[in-house]
């Protein structure tokens, strides 16, 4: 399925898929000066884009599973979701969980976006739910060994 999602860049190149077979979209630093994130530190990166999706998709940005492995850094809040209805540069909250200083200039790649749907639930109250095998059941639950 190739969907039209509205793009405005701001002295950057539209995000692309790298491979064939790429689920995810390369997010690019569009910062005027090198920006240091110092071990246990945070910054807001921006990107340069907007975006304007249709209502049931929703933008995904996530770490790069590079820079997390070899520097430590990751996304403040895991996973950030952009909604259909946000106008505003898309903007990367990293942290640097490693133990060295991590420099991020003008056109390196940041995270990555995937583009996902999602659906709008309404609530039904109920006064029960119906049983399963695993119950009530929680974190460590069907056990690993």
Not at 91 to 107: A, E, H, M, T
Not at 120 to 142: A, P, Q
Request: charged residues 30%; aromatic residues 6%.
């Amino acid at each position: 399925m190739n969907t039209k999602v509205k793009i405005k860049a701001e002295r950057v190149p539209l995000p692309k898929y790298e491979t064939q077979g790429s689920a995810g979209m390369d997010l690019r630093a569009a910062v005027d000066e090198t920006i240091v994130i110092k071990p246990g530190e945070r910054a807001l990166v921006p990107t340069g884009i907007h975006i304007e999706l249709p209502e049931g998709l929703e933008a995904q940005v996530r770490a790069r599973s590079g820079l997390a492995v070899k520097h430590g850094i990751g996304l403040v809040n895991g996973v950030g979701t952009i909604d259909s209805d946000y106008r505003g540069e898309i903007k990367v909250p990293l942290i640097n969980w490693g133990s060295s200083d991590f420099s991020i200039q003008y056109g390196d790649r940041i995270a990555q976006m995937i583009i996902c749907k999602y659906e709008r639930i309404r609530w039904e109250s109920v006064d029960e739910l119906l049983d399963t095998e695993r119950g009530e059941g929680g974190f460590g639950h069907t056990g690993h060994k």
